[in-house]
Each structure stands twice: as C-alpha cells, then as structure tokens.
C-alpha cells in the first residue's frame, strides 16, 4: 500500500544517500561548539561566550575581497537585534514580530516561516525585540513575547511544545534567545521596567516541563532577602515595604556555562522601580549583578553585583564572557565582564571574587572599589549630570574576546550622560514601573535633538553628547589597547577570529572589518541601516561566510571568487 | 610663489567662480529635452521625455558585467511597497520613501544630505498604501505629489518647501502617487483615485508658483466631446443603473506621462471606469477611461484619444508608461507609440495622429478575441464564474518598460497564464468610499486548500504554481508584436525595466533576486539576491566617471558597480 | 488602481472569495450545491454548540434573522458572513466567534445549507476512534507527522484541523492529488554529479528551489548545477476510497479537524 508513499520513493530512488537520521545538535556537540567552527549552534557561538571563531578563511590580507553574497530582508520594523544559528548549512533566524525563518545559509532562501500567534497583549519595554534561538537535537527553542517558550522542529516549522513560563499581561516577555545546558533550555524573563520578579528558569528539552527556576529578586527567609530592607519607621521619602514583590532584576541576555564548574552565568537587570532608590532600601539583590547557578537545580552558588541599589538602570545585562587566563602568574578561571556603569571587570568564575575593575569610558557615578570589590558610589548632586547615561557606557551588545590577541572587544558610548530624577512609583500590574528618568545631557539647550537615544539617519548630536568606539581593552589588565572611534554611540556585537579579523557594525550603517591587534579598518560596506545584531560567521561546503543584519536586511558576505 | 594676498584673492575668485556655477539651475528645460544626451545624469522618472528607460551610458557590459559589487545601500524605515524611481543630477540622488519624503543623498556613498517629510492630512485615502513613484525637477526646485492630494515644491539644495498647492480634495478620493512631469515652465500631474469614483484629470502648474495653468478632465461632462460615450440608461435595464455614473466615472492618471517636444504634444495613460466591475451602471463606452489621450503641453487641449478597452469591466487601467520611439514602419519613418497595456495587448500607435497601427496579445487572453481594423477590441465576456484572462491585475501594469534603440526591442514585465474571476455588483456612489462594484476571485489551483493571502504578496514561500501564473520578462519586436525572447521567473514580477547602450537589461522582481539579462537574447548574464520584492524601476548613472546601476528591494536601496 | 487586489478589496470592505482557507470551493453567492458534504457536517456541528444559544436549532432563535431564508441583514457573500462571524455586530448582540478557517468554512456551508442538511444522513466521527484509525488501518503515521511524533517525508499533520476545511480533508482522502498543495509535490533532482535527490517541495524560485529530503533535511538546490529537475503533480499518497468504510472515514475525518496546532 504504501509503495507511493513518499518514503518508500525515497528508498526506491535513493541509494546513494546515507541516512541521517542523527539529531543534529547534540549537548555533546554544544560542549564542543568551539572546535565545530563551521557552524554556529548558540548564541555567543560556544557556552564561553566569547563570540570567536576558528575560521580562518579570511583574513586581514583578503578581507578587502569581501563582497555581499545574499540578502534577506524582514518587514516588520523597528531593530532586528537577533543573531542566527548556522547548523549544516541551514541558518535559523528569528524576526518581528516573533517569527522564526529557516533559510538556505549559502543562498538566503527560505525553507520555512514559522509565526506563533501571541497573546494581542504584549507587554514590552522596547518593542518586538528577539534575540535569537537555541537547539538541542533536531529542535529550536524560541522565547516569545508574551512569555511562552516553545519548541519548533527545525525540519518542519512546526510547533512541537509551547510552555507559558510567567504572565505576559503583568509584564513579563522573552526576549533573549534561551541556552541549552544538557537536556535543559534555559532562559530568563524581560520586564524590570514592569516590576516584575526575574528569574531564571530551565526546562526539559523534551517535554516542556519545568525542572528548575532560580528567583533573582529572593523571597522571606531566602538568603540576600536582607538587602531588600525595612522601611524607616518615619521615611523621609516614599517607601515601598514591599518592593521585593516587584522588585525587577530581570534576566534578558544569554547566560553562559562552565562544564567544569557545571555552573552557568547569567547578568541580571535594574531593580524596579528603575530610577527611584529611596523606595527600595538596601543592596537589592540580586538585581545588577551576575550569578553562577548550578546547572541541574538552579542553586545559587555565588553572585556579584556591579551597582547596588542601583538608580541609573544600569542592566548588569552583559554576556557573560569566559576565559582562562593567567593572572599574576597563575591561571585563572576568568569571568570578564564590561558593564553598563562603565567598568570593566575581571572576576574569578569559580568562586565570584572581584579581582580588578577599570572603567573604559568617563564615569562620575562611582569614585573607585572598597577591597572587597564593592563600588564607592557619588551620586550627583540633583541636576547635574551623571556618566555614563541610562544606555551605558556599554549595554547587552555581545562583546568579543579572542584567546590569540588577550584582548577584550566591545562597543561603547563614550562621553554620554544623563539628568537622572527619582520619583515615586506606585506598582500597577503591567503598567510601566520607572520611578522617574533620565534627560539626555545636551550641550545646547532647548535645541532640538533625536528623540531618545537612537538616532536617524541625520546625526544632528555633537560630540559633546557623547560618541561611540570600538574598544579593545586588555583582558588582564583593563588597559586601553586600542580604540577605534565613530561618530555615533555604537550598539552592535563583535565578531572576532582566529585569523584576527574583528567585524562589527554602526548605528549609521556600515558594517566592517578591522584588525583585531591594532584596530586598523581593513574593509567596509555600506549598508544603510543600524547594526544591532551580534555577527556570526559559519562556513559551508569549505567557503567561509560572515552574516550581519542592518536595518531590516540580514547580509551575509563572502570573499569574492 | 604666490604671495599670501595673491593666494587669498585666487581662492576668492575661484570660490566666486564655483559658487556662480552653482547658482545655474541645475535642471533646465533644454536639459530636459536632451536628456539622452545627459547619461550621466537621471533627471525625469523615465529617463528622458521618450520614456525609453534606455541608457547610452556603457561602461558596465555584458562582458563585465559579472563584476559588479553592491557600493552602498540605503534603509527606509516605513514597511510596504517602495516603487519609487529616483532622480540623479550631478552626483546628488533624489528619492522618495513611505509615508511622503523626500531624501536626498550622495549618489557616490548613500549618506544623505537631507531629508524632507511632508506631513500628511492624517485621512488621506488611498487604494493601496502609501505609495509614491518619484520626483520631477525643474532648476533648483523638486516636485512632489502627496498621498492627500497636493503637490509640493521643495528647494533641492535645502530641502525645504518653497510651495505646496492642493491639487484636489482627498477627503473626496484623490490622491497623487505619480512623479510629476516637467514639460517647458509647467509641472504636469495626474491623480489616483479610480477605485473611489473620483473623475480623473490632468492639470498643468506654474513651477515657480504653483498656479494651476490647464486641467484636463479625463471624464467628459455634459456639452464635450466624448460625454455621448457615457450613455443614458435604457429604460429596459432591469440592473442597476447610474443615471449620472460619468460624474464619478473614475479614470485616474496615476502613472507618468511622456512628451514629445517636436509635435508639443503630452501622452498619458488614464485608469479603469468606476466602478472598476460593475459596467451595467455605466452604459457606453466611458471616454476616456483606459485610454491613451494625446493633450497639447501649453493648454491641456485633447489632440487625441485611442481607447484600449472600452465600456471596461476588468479594472484594465491602462496606467502604463507611453514609450516613444522614432522607427521605420512599413519602410516609411513612423513617430510611434508602443504600449503594453494591462489587457494583454501589445500597441503600436502613430502619436501624431492616434491611429491605430497594431495590437496583438503578449500573454493569454480571452476578454476579446482580436481587434477590428479601427482598432476596437471584439470583446468576448466570459460566462458567470468562470476565468478570464488576463486577472485583474493584468498581463502588465504601470512596471516601466523599456525600448532599446539598439536592439530595436520592447522589454516588459509580464504576469502570464493568470486569470481572475470576475463578477459585478451594483455599487452606490459615496464619497471619499470604496467603488469598486464586484467579486473577484482568483483561479487557486487547489480549491479549498489554504492559499497564502491573496494574489497581492505571495511572501518569500512561493505556493502558487503555474495555474495561478507565473511571471517572465518579455522582449517583443514592436514592428509585429512577435516574441523575440522570453525570460521566465517562477514568481510574477512588478519590476520595471532598464537597458543600456551595452544592450544590457537590468530588472528585478517578486522574489528578490536583481538580474542583468542580454538584451538580445535574454541569457542571464548575473544576479544578486537581495531578499525581497524588488518593485521599482532600476535606473543608472555615472558620478565621477564611474557608472552605477540603483534599483529598491524590500526597504533597500542598493546601489551596484563594477569592483575595481 | 488595484496592483494589490485582494488586499485592497479587503480594505474597501468588497468581497473577495475564496482568496484564502474560505470554503473556496464556493463561488461565495450562497449556492447550496457549491458546498462539500462534510463541510456542511461539520459546520452543522459547530452550529449546534457554538450558536443555537442565540440563534436556535432552526436559524430563527433572534428576532428578525431567519437563515432557512438563505437571507442575511448585510452579508450577501461569503465573505460577509465570515467578517460578520468573526468580527461580531457590535450592539446587537451578536459576538466576535474565534474560529479557526476550517471551522469558518463549516459554518458557513452549514448556514447556505440549513434547510437541506438533514442530520440523519450523517453519523457524526469520533475523534478517538478515528485516531485508531489513523494508527492503524489507515497508517497514516508511516508518512505524515503529528506533533513530535512520525517522519517528515509527508507534510506535518499538526494544525491540519485549523487550516483545511472538512469538505477538503474529506476529497484529500478520496482523491489525494486533487488536493495537493503545489508547494508540496514531490520533487526528484540528480546533481551534474550524479547524486540523486528526491523530496518534498517547500519553496520555489526562479533559480533555486527548497525541498525536505527523503533523509529528512533541508536541501536548498540551484537549478542550474542539476542534470535532471522533475516536479511531480500526482501525490505519492495512497487514496482510501473504498478501503475505508463510511464510518472510519468519518472518524478519521472528525480525528483530523481535531488537529489544532499549538
């Protein structure tokens, strides 16, 4: 009966294939991503984060041969922020509002669209930000904006489970693309402008169900609850007695994963209200900060928090970036961290020990480190600016760091500040949960500017707003090595390799190639719309490729045959 | 060595020098006439008065063709179809983008200068999004026509409007989503609007103040000529029938006109009858709707008139681009007119006098069975639910053709084997309301299976076979309408069309890809996959000696020349 | 003016039939003829959970409405009722129904149809027998795929229930090729290197064209680098016409609508 079917076609006219039934991305195979250069099977390339490739095709010398391969374009608008999944030769993308594409990586055709209906309510601070896919076998997981996850099979398109993990309407979104640790996915929540309670939770691959969720904001009893303190019997200000319940530190970057340690890392975000300290006393743990969890349960096993009490929305929302280095003559299991407030840490991954800290870009909100790794805060007299302004001197951009040169890469706003004002914020149920905001610092006065931060395609700001570089900063030391400046505030991720090409984009649209050791462009294309994505490269069929996204078009670049 | 004040007073002098260069109008009248002699420059939306969308420029060629490198792209930011056509004047490009600006950039690098944004009455009503095809120029001065109706004079250097004059009352259904055309000292429009039973025009403005100086009413009224051809309803009529349809008789001009200096003579398409599928509320043959009308470029005077589908029920616009060519006909000189019309006929017109000359079909039709020896199409409606061909959008629409002088070949993009169900409804006149009196319904070539949305976007998963058409561009020899060569692509394609002195033909398409073709032959000869809908006509020009080649996909602008 | 027809109608509040997962079969002028049987069954069931509340088992349950007239306030197409189902008539009373294309499908050849539908005529499936069916006498699964379980090689079957109508399913059964997505036909390939390729069709360009394997991958192939590129119209799926008896076709049937997706 089944001689037609279109499997017994198969076998009848096809002998000549060998089946490969296999799964296609094994938890083996993630261990492993860094020396399966070809492809790229997680966000940051491998579970260290450190967004660097073995691939050495092109190099400082061709990279001038670079040319446009392909396109694919989205049409949703608004920052397309996602960075693909190569797994043999078929790329994974996401895009708005909250699709997922498979395409054809050497041609940029579309093999299938998959577009989940969401819950009309959305609950999103920034728009219909995506960030990308995680895979484990022949499966993506994909974080959607009202807060579901769900798994899609990568050979059909279709929906395989769909998991809601937290409330879309009170606020709650995934925006991050989720990290396959063994037989889990794992991902955070969005939403510390909606006071929410982040946390970070995994799921097994297979089914959907939960096995583990770590709260970033403790609860009674559990340790770190003390650092939501009290509130004075007689405040001066308004304040919360229980501003744990809303209390943010969400979780809306990638983390990362130590085999080793069997731990993995994750930054968490601002606590609620952003702006309002006096309404929240205490350290406000754990938001800002970064903490190891044990990958089987979720148990914290250290933490460290880079602004306590945050009141700038300083998101300790970085990829976490590991690396073994010697330090002091020893080698060291090293976490290497730039963050939003402008410093550029160094810390012991095993244990969270606070080695050194530098700050990369002009910063007045902390005046240096007690020994015990702790900021020295001088908050700004009301009405003066304080550096950096909310975005950062750095932000959720995925940062480089290439083992050859010891280097640490990243894009930076240099020289931008803000008017920070708190005021009182009443928790409302999926309503915005500021506590007041920050006034970009101009130099002129009443003149009219960009709205927000994010600028069009006339640069109308000055120089004494602030400007943006590509910097790479020595990992040990927290040096300047070197720094390529450019005329608007960059939010791109970088890419670097094993042959020292670093890629990066603009906010004003170009898309280059620079030399890792010395920051010495080496090519450019012009491609018209901002780069917010972090670049990947893959390679197919012994063909190097190097895919960015600018604007609404996805561009993958090639060398010229 | 120059002393110091010696050096101070040459840079003067020089500086004076440039900046009295730079006070000539940049675009003058007679540049305009001799457009085709001005390659290196795109200053009207066809290329040059003719409407060929044929360069002499030569640089890029079928022999290097395969060289050619993206050098720089542009991102609009506001989604849907970007058709516009930009204008290229010393090295300085003019383009449109969604909702209604204008953005001027450096045609070299694609960083832009300025950008103007109209801003819009925030009710405008138009048929099918915010659509805009492009700019005309005359001096220092852009011309702009607007989604609520008015056209705009903006200074090319600032960006800022020197006028801006309501051409009619959108609130009532016009719109202007055509580039303007300057003819001499005169800004010539036309206004969308047919699917709003508007009554159609083209009017002629000052370009330096924006006074209106002719109109001509695609619509005859009561006392003119033509008006007999919107006929009294019998009193038999059992159907609905409007007893004054012409006042709301549709033929919009939606798409540029040509010009031929020599006979003073303007050419424009003019759009379906309202309602678009209900013709048995408009008996006659409904002048001038999809037509052709010749009008004198100083009064808007009708010279002529040849009518391609008359009494039309298939919303046929015939809202294409009138492509002029000087050619031998029958061993004697002929000033013809060839059109590619949505019917599916191909025409070969005298433009001195309107007669007809040839018509002969480029794709499947069956609305007609021929066209009788004065040029009147012998029309075969089809039965109640079942298929005609061409569909509702056409065997083409307004995608530019070209016409090569070299090759002496008319190049057009055609939908081919696709056809529509058509069916009316009476439809009451409201302002400012829908008016389109019908059922349309595509041939699916699964009934009952889900499709993707419609005919309109198919999206980047083609699920449509042949059955419900496929695309292919076209190069007929206009002499006989005969096929010379045919380029299929498995989409259908809206790309407009450009051919150089290299007998080179750039186009693009539905599904993404930019492809330069052999305008003789029609071998592929390279492509770029630019990932979406590619939906304007590619223009070229050259800036510093350097040609480049510019077409839009999807939201960008890409600009393309050979690697050095 | 229409360069984007469909869309534009839609905009202008015209009917546009059939355009896409209405009962497309339909000319959309209400002809009762022009509906499949099992649309109309399944349409009938619908009715009797979702609007007999308001409307009645016999269509004249609110004032002034009566569908055994074939008559309708506004709607004169299919199209209408389907914006009138979906959308609702805000204040009077009449709700916005979240159904899905093939439950819209149903309900609408069942309203054409009320006065000839006869409910004796038709046993309604049952969905849980027809799942047995699925497994076993008709083996669906050695093909097509359901959720995370069976291969690839045949279209996924997940969300059938949500995006075929019951009148299509039914003639997908009886008449395989009748009902084959374009998209879907089997494509068979040999590289100029002589490997050979045959698939299912997912997408399709003038230079390239996307298929899932027979070893279940993706494979994007360029025209030009092929030998041979054949399409086939006739689906390599077996018909059930006469192999399945009235009831398991109707079981199965009833099984496959209740395939919503997630």
């Excluded at chain 1, 229980?242 to 209390?247: L, M, N, Q």
Aim: hydrophobic share 35%.
């Amino acid at each position: 009966m089944h001689q037609r079917s279109w499997v017994g076609l198969g076998l009848l006219l096809t002998l000549t294939i060998a089946p490969a039934a296999r799964a296609q991305v094994t938890a083996d195979g993630l261990l492993n991503a860094g020396r399966d250069a070809r492809n790229w099977i997680t966000y940051s390339g491998t579970y260290a984060s450190q967004r660097y490739s073995t691939l050495a095709q092109i190099t400082p010398a061709n990279a001038k041969n670079l040319e446009l391969k392909w396109m694919y374009q989205g049409a949703v608008p608004g920052g397309w922020e996602a960075t693909p999944l190569v797994v043999d030769g078929v790329m994974y993308v996401t895009q708005r509002p909250n699709d997922v594409v498979a395409l054809d990586a050497k041609t940029g055709r579309v093999f299938w669209i998959y577009h989940p209906t969401l819950d009309p309510v959305q609950i999103v601070c920034c728009g219909a930000n995506n960030r990308g896919l995680a895979i484990l076998g022949d499966t993506l997981f994909l974080g959607t904006l009202d807060a579901h996850l769900i798994a899609i099979d990568t050979k059909t398109g279709r929906p395989v489970w769909n998991t809601k993990i937290a409330e879309g309407r009170t606020g709650y979104s995934v925006t991050m693309a989720p990290l396959v640790v063994k037989d889990k996915v794992l991902l955070g929540v969005g939403g510390s402008d909606f006071g929410v309670r982040g946390f970070v939770a995994a799921y097994d691959a297979h089914s959907g169900k939960e096995a583990w969720r770590s709260y970033m904001v403790p609860g009674p009893g559990e340790p770190g609850f003390e650092t939501w303190q009290a509130c004075p019997e007689k405040p001066t200000t308004y304040c919360d007695p229980e501003a744990w319940k809303h209390g943010g530190g969400a979780v809306w970057v990638t983390g990362s994963y130590d085999p080793t340690l069997n731990l993995t890392y994750w930054g968490t975000g601002n606590p609620g209200p952003d702006y309002n300290p006096f309404q929240r006393p205490g350290d406000n743990l754990y938001t800002t900060s970064v903490v190891a969890l044990d990958a089987d349960t979720g148990t914290l096993k250290w933490h460290y928090q880079f602004t306590p009490q945050d009141r700038y929305d300083y998101d300790a929302v970085q990829i976490p970036v590991l690396a073994d280095l010697t330090w002091h003559g020893a080698p060291l299991k090293a976490m290497l961290w730039a963050n939003r407030n402008g410093y550029f840490y160094l810390l012991d991954r095993a244990t969270g020990k606070f080695l050194q800290a530098e700050p990369f870009i002009k910063l007045n909100w902390a005046s240096g480190f007690d020994e015990g790794g702790r900021p020295i805060q001088t908050p700004q007299a009301e009405g003066q600016p304080t550096w950096p302004s909310s975005p950062g001197g750095t932000n959720w951009y995925s940062p480089s760091y290439s083992p050859r040169t010891g280097l640490f890469y990243l894009s930076v706003w240099e020289n931008f500040a803000a008017i920070v004002k708190s005021s009182r914020s009443d928790y409302v149920e999926g309503r915005i949960f500021g506590g007041g905001g920050p006034t970009p610092f101009v130099p002129v006065p009443g003149a009219p500017t960009s709205p927000g931060f994010r600028r069009g395609p006339i640069n109308t700001w000055t120089e004494a707003v602030g400007s943006g570089a590509i910097m790479a900063l020595d990992a040990t030391t927290g040096k300047l090595k070197w720094k390529f400046p450019l005329h608007d505030g960059n939010e791109s991720g970088i890419l670097t390799t094993a042959s020292d090409v670093l890629f990066a984009g603009t906010n004003d649209g170009y898309f280059q190639a620079m030399d890792a050791r010395s920051g010495t462009l080496l090519w450019k294309t012009i491609l018209g719309g901002q780069v917010v994505n972090g670049p990947i490269t893959y390679e197919i069929d012994g063909k190097q490729y190097v895919a960015t996204i600018s604007g609404l078009s996805l561009c993958v670049f090639g060398l010229h045959e | 060595m120059m002393t110091r004040r010696a050096t101070v007073a040459r840079t003067v002098a020089l500086l004076v020098a440039a900046l009295a260069v730079r006070a000539h109008a940049q675009v003058t009248s007679d540049r305009l006439v001799n457009a085709a002699r001005d390659a290196q420059n795109w200053i009207t939306y066809s290329g040059t008065y003719f409407s060929q969308r044929h360069s002499t420029l030569a640089q890029i060629t079928p022999a290097n063709v395969k060289n050619l490198e993206l050098k720089w792209m542009y991102q609009a930011a506001a989604p849907g179809g970007w058709q516009t056509s930009p204008l290229v004047v010393d090295g300085i490009m003019y383009v449109t983008q969604r909702p209604n600006d204008v953005v001027a950039l450096d045609a070299k690098t694609g960083r832009v200068f300025w950008i103007y944004r109209h801003t819009l009455d925030p009710t405008q009503i138009v048929c099918c999004g915010a659509n805009n095809r492009g700019l005309a120029m005359l001096g220092d001065t852009l011309f702009m026509g607007t989604l609520d109706a008015r056209l705009v004079a903006i200074d090319a250097k600032t960006g800022r409007p020197i006028w801006n004059i309501a051409v009619a009352d959108n609130k009532a259904g016009y719109s202007v989503t055509l580039a303007p055309l300057v003819v001499k000292d005169k800004v010539l429009v036309g206004v969308g609007g047919g699917e709003f039973g508007i009554r159609g025009f083209v009017a002629a403005y000052d370009a330096r103040t924006g006074k209106q100086v002719w109109r001509f009413y695609t619509i005859p009224g009561p006392g003119e000529a033509g008006y007999d051809t919107w006929e009294a309803c019998p009193a038999a009529q059992k159907t609905f029938c409007d007893p004054s349809a012409w006042k709301h008789g549709g033929g919009s001009v939606w798409v540029t006109g040509s010009y031929d200096p020599a006979l003073n003579l303007t050419y424009w398409g003019v759009g379906n009858a309202g309602p678009d599928y209900n013709q048995e509320q408009r008996p006659g043959d409904n002048l001038y709707t999809d037509s052709v009308v010749a009008l004198d470029a100083d009064t808007g005077a009708l010279k002529w008139h040849y009518q391609f589908t008359p009494h039309d029920r298939y919303d046929y616009d015939s809202v294409q681009v009138p492509v002029l060519a000087d050619i031998t006909w029958h061993g004697a000189p002929l000033k013809a007119m060839f059109w590619a019309n949505r019917n599916g006929y191909f025409y070969v017109l005298d433009r001195e006098t309107g007669q007809f000359l040839l018509g002969k079909p480029f794709v499947k039709v069956n609305w007609s069975s021929g066209i009788d020896e004065h040029g009147r199409p012998i029309q075969t409606p089809q039965p109640p639910g079942q298929p005609t061909w061409p569909g509702n959008q056409g065997g083409t629409n307004w995608y530019s053709p070209s016409y090569s002088p070299r090759t002496r070949l008319f190049y057009l993009s055609a939908w081919e084997n696709y056809a529509t169900i058509f069916g009316g409804l009476p439809a009451e006149y409201q302002e400012g309301r829908g008016f389109g009196g019908g059922v349309l319904r595509p041939v699916e070539p699964v009934p009952g299976a889900p499709g993707l949305a419609g005919l309109g976007r198919r999206g980047p998963i083609n699920n449509w076979t042949e059955t419900a058409g496929s695309g292919a561009v076209i190069a007929l020899d206009p002499t006989t309408g005969e096929r010379k060569w045919r380029f299929p692509t498995t989409d259908v394609t809206d790309s407009g069309i450009l051919t150089t002195a290299t007998d080179l033909l750039f186009t693009g398409g539905r599904e993404g890809y930019f492809q330069a073709l052999d305008a003789r032959t029609g071998t592929l000869l390279w492509k770029a996959s630019l990932g979406a809908q590619i939906i304007n006509a590619p223009t070229t020009y050259a800036v510093d000696g350097k040609q480049y080649v510019a077409t839009v996909s999807g939201l960008s602008l890409c600009v393309f020349g050979l690697r050095e | 003016m229409h360069r984007h027809a469909l869309r534009l109608l839609a905009v202008l509040g015209l009917a546009v039939l059939g355009s896409t997962s209405l009962a497309a079969q339909a000319p959309g002028n209400g002809h009762p003829e022009d509906y499949a049987p099992a649309d109309i069954a399944y349409g009938a069931r619908l009715y009797d959970s979702q609007c007999t509340t308001c409307h009645g088992p016999n269509g004249d349950g609110v004032g002034g409405i009566d569908f055994k007239t074939g008559k309708f306030h506004t709607a004169v197409t299919d199209r209408d009722l389907a914006g009138v189902i979906t959308n609702g008539v805000a204040g009077k009373g009449m709700p916005a129904f979240k159904f899905d294309a093939s439950e819209l499908a149903g309900v609408i050849a069942y309203l054409r149809n009320i006065n000839a539908f006869d409910r004796s005529s038709v046993k309604p499936g049952d969905a849980v027998r027809g799942q047995q069916v699925f497994e076993g006498k008709g083996d669906c699964g050695h093909c097509h795929r359901v959720g995370a379980r069976g291969p690839r090689a045949a279209p996924d079957l997940s969300d059938i229930g949500a995006t075929r109508g019951a009148g299509s399913i039914m003639r997908t059964l009886m008449d395989p090729s009748s009902q084959m997505m374009p998209i879907n036909r089997p494509v068979h390939a040999v590289t100029r290197d002589g490997r050979v390729i045959n698939g299912r069709r997912l997408n399709e360009d003038t230079y390239t064209v996307q298929l899932i394997d027979d070893q279940e991958r993706l494979v994007s192939l360029t025209k030009a680098d092929l030998r041979e590129y054949t399409i086939r119209t006739v689906s390599p799926m077996p018909s059930y016409k006469g192999k399945l008896t009235d009831e398991e076709a109707a079981d199965l049937l009833a099984y496959l609508l209740s395939l919503k997706g997630r």
